[in-house]
């Protein structure tokens, strides 16, 4: 609700009214309403363009000179550009729309137009900011005599009239009064210049571009006349003062760009009076003949007016400093502060003399505490500017000494935008400053070229560059010649790093530094030909090598560096690194990926001579050719190559150097690279040669079912397994035969002679990787029946010994042996699924009952063993304990994945779902996963699955409690299996998905209760009743017509027999059925059963506190009673409320309706509750 400016005083409180009145000689009124101030910013679907074609009607303030003034600047400034929009009349707001030609030129205008009628042009200036804050309301205009009254200041006030709806500010912007009238709801409302999109932003640099021009284009004439400057200052101080979001945020905008724009006048103003005295002292030194007395009178008189005009613009920038910015600085509002920052900063840099002092910097220093990210980063970004100015050092250097220890703490910001900005910061001060950080300082700091966030690591890794690198190569310039000076900047620099690396003491993370190096230091990380001749250096020659730990650690540096020039920056673990390269980030990759194949291919072999006696560093260079350019075509190197490779796998066993190797030839060996045959025939002789040589070894070693005990043949069979098994999970090698080959060593235990268990470790994975390469390559192998009945012979053996090896004593046979069975069924069950049916395939083999309980055995034994995570341990003992729980759930996820691919069947499942509540922080999210997938294969099954499990463990607690004996620690309390159950039922997520699972399980449980129950003095209840307080954890996931029909179906077991609700022993029922009903909701679900083998415990039931006499207690009931009795309580639920005769939306049928089996009426409509109009599920 918006006045119109003709009743705009009648609309107004008649206080406001009078007073306004009696102050003004004169007043003026301008409508910012809808209609017609053109103020469509508020609606957020109309364009920009669309705006700028509507006819607005001009501010009733600017005279029709005005007016023609503008539509002649708009014509100057866009030509027919302009008159293609049928532009008929502008206002300043409207300027902002047209780019800042036209903008440029309606300033100029309006400057004319303010010569003239400076008022009316004023008022339109004042009508502009308001409109630019997104205000649709009216403002009027009021002259005022004299500022010092203090009756007319006693009356600026902002108010609110909530009859009619406004919001009022009444202000002083000498010499007018101005009251701004606008609606309630502007709060809630998006104005400009924090619209959403690209407006939002193009209208923010449009309204700061207008500012800009505004003092431009006056700075020569009118911004010294004490009148323009005076009210533009008073409107925006005032404005920014408000309660209002919308004018505080936008005038405080527009009042610290008018501050920079002044501080630009301030800069020319002091450049021509420099000018000016440079010429006077010019004119000074001249002689008496050739110095003009009047002449230098002139420039000094223009000296003082500069100098006069000087000190009244730094006043105006102090006024509004304090009265502007010493307010907003600390405003609620984030994106206000950081305006005020971002300002200050740049304030600080461009006009240091009046500025960059401590009385401005504190507030800097103040708010890099600030909570909200954006105005920490903007003061870092301020002080970036200011420390890079090395003529402006001096004058921070209490800011420094006061404010350091927080741009330190600053790197280990939450934001990571934060951390890196102050980061460059640091960096920035180092090089400007050598004494501002100590040691301790870089020590801390350096670090970071270890951080998870790849840009604050390569910013470190400059500061760690330009620290210690560069400082050791520009010691090291002497008067030698240019490649030896390099040479030695080389070596010093590697060295630099070498030590720094050893002394920071994270070993493993060399990769991590040489991205971090990367950016900065690239050119002498793919010095490929330096590094390797620092490598290949005698350690005997002048200056003295590297040590053997350095040498170690260059291997590591050489490696990564050809790792990031082959793969780019894309690190396990961290953050922040181009996804996507771009056409240039590949071009280099593939010119350094060229150049360091064709360097290191005739290189590595000389290497791998030098260094062929150390395992490590061989384990390092051999995965170098790994990252070779597959194009690459030099058949005599590449032979070299592969000979030396050769010869180092005759000396080394090694998992590191044989993992390495094997990864090595697979890369080499691919279709796609140069030399393949020459590699694949390498290759095939190595591993001719291994299985000759243990063909060989085992030639006599098995004779009379016994294995040899000598220990260096024994020795000599283990090495070669490990070559085989490495090259084996990365080669198929099915033409060796290596299962007919191996096999024979599983069928005789150590005990009785039979290998020992490191060589019964080796086979066991051999054969695995056998079997696994014959199942993947089926498609290609399987070409006859016969062999397909071959292969499954083979997978019947391999399971055999594999079940017989899991009784072996030595425990890590036993975990191989366990964990080779269930990869091949795995693998084999995979292959099924996948294989064509029009061409011979894999035949189906079903494991033994005798191996699957076997396999559920071993599991439970050996997963589900000590403590779970929660429990306390000891520092030296957690890094044990971590690599135990590793191995743990590799067993445990071996196991689920047998019943996910339907190896097993999914009741074999039920002893696992167990333990998921007591190993919840170890395995939880594997038994999770495992309920999750069997459920999308067989929901109902799966359901079952639960069921089984939980009546599993509720037998095993009753037994106990018959027995009487010590607690077992395989039974759980009955607390435990009910909040088991709790669980259970929180993964049924959607209830109308799983609507059969629920009915399933509760009519399960109530046949488990009742099922061949005959009542007798002796056993007047089921021996599983409490069962039921287990149950009705589910029943929460009951649909309604559910609850009904599965209360019925209770009834027709309970009907046989005679209850009595008022006795003890039946209160598990009797909480069940409250489940049902609902009557028990809004009460606290306590169990009223034994939960640690203790008697039932009275008082429980919610009707235990209910009289016995007078009132409508349960009653007893018989088999010729058929209703239920209903126990009148108060509703705690509105689905109390409904009514029955209401249809269930969440209703569905069960099957469709031709098939659905209705049980007799008598049972199903237990009281006449179940209504016509509901879909029942069969039970």
Known sequence: MIPEPAATAASRPSEHKNNSHDEANSSGTVNHSEDESGNENRQKGVRPQRRRKRAHKVSENVASTSAKAARSGVSRAGGSHAKQRHVEAVTLFEVVTMGRGAMQAVIDDWVEAYVTDRDASLLDLISFFIQCSGCKGVVTAE??????DSEVMSQMVEQVDEVAGLQYKK??????????????????????????????????????????????????SVIFDSYLMSTLISLLTELSNSYVRAFRHTCTLAAVKLLSSLVGVALSLSVSIENSQKLCEVQKTKTLR??????????????????????????????????????????????????????LGLWMKLYSSAFLNDSYLK????????????VRLKCVLGLQGLYGDPLLLPKLDLFTSRFKDRMISMTLDKDNEVAVQTMKLLVVISKTSDDVLSPEDYKLLLQFVYSSQRPLAATAGELLFSRLLNTVASDTQDEVNEEEAHKQQTFAQLKALLQ????????????????????????????????TSVLLQDPSSHPPGLTLAEQAVLVEVLVASVRQASEGPALVGRSGAKKVLSARDKKILTDDCTKLTEHLLKVLPQLLSKFSSRCDVVASLMKIPQYFLTEAENTQALSSLLAEMGAVLELHSSPAVLEAAARTYLSLCGEETAGCSVTRAARDSLVQHWVDQLTALLGDSLKDDRFPADEEKTGEILATLKKLRAFHNCHDLFRWNLFELLSPLLSVESSQGGAPPEVLLEVLQCLSYSMLWSLNMSSETLTSRDKAVAQRLQLRLFCERGHHCLSHSDHSVRQQAFLGICDVLTAHSYQLHVWDPTSFGPLLYTPSPKLQRALLTFVCVHAFVGPDSDSQCSVSENSERLEDLHKRRNLLAAYCKLIVHGVLEMSMAAEVFMYYMKYYNDFGDIIKETMYRTRQTDKIESARTLVLCLQQLFMRLKREQESGGRAHPGVQTFTSIKELARRFALTFGDVVKFRECIVMIHRNGIEFVFQEFSQTPETPTPLYLSYLTILSEFSSKLLK????????????HTAEHIIDLREECWQPLIYYRASL?????????????????????????????QKLDGSKSPCLFSPTDSR????????????????????DPFCVPAEPAAKRLNVEASVLSAGNEADDDTVEIEL
């Open 363 to 374: 507030y800097m220093g103040w708010m890099m505490h600030d909570k909200v990210p954006d």
């Open 1124 to 1143: 239920v009795s209903k126990v009148h309580r108060p509703s705690f639920s509105p689905s109390h409320q409904e009514k029955t005769a209401d249809p």
């Open 500 to 531: 720094f690396y050893q002394e920071s003491e994270l070993h493993k993370h060399v990769v991590y530094l040489v991205d971090s190096l990367w950016d900065c230091g690239g050119a002498l990380l793919k010095d490929w030909p330096a590094l």
């Open 1077 to 1105: 009903l609902a009557v028990a909701e809004g009460e606290d679900a306590v169990s009223y059963v034994s939960s640690d083998r203790k008697p039932y415990l009275p008082n429980r039931s919610p009707f235990s506190k």
């Open 1041 to 1052: 017509p559910d609850k009904k029909t599965v209360f019925s179906y209770l009834q027709k």
């Open 171 to 220: 202000f002083l912007a000498f010499p007018w009064i101005l009251t701004v009238t606008w609606p309630m709801d502007t709060d809630s409302v998006e104005y400009p210049l924090i619209q959403s999109g690209p407006y939002g932003r193009w209208f923010h640099s449009e309204f700061c571009d207008f500012v800009s021009v505004l003092v431009a284009q006056c700075q020569h």
């Open 143 to 148: 002259m005022c005599h004299s500022k010092e």
């Open 290 to 343: 050739q110095k003009s007395t009047l002449q230098l009178e002139r420039i000094q008189k223009k000296i003082t007016e500069l100098r006069d005009k000087r000190a009244e613009i730094e006043s105006m920038m102090d006024i509004i400093f304090k009265g502007v910015f010493l307010k907003r600085y600390r405003d609620v509002l984030p994106e206000i502060r950081s305006i005020c920052m971002e300002e």
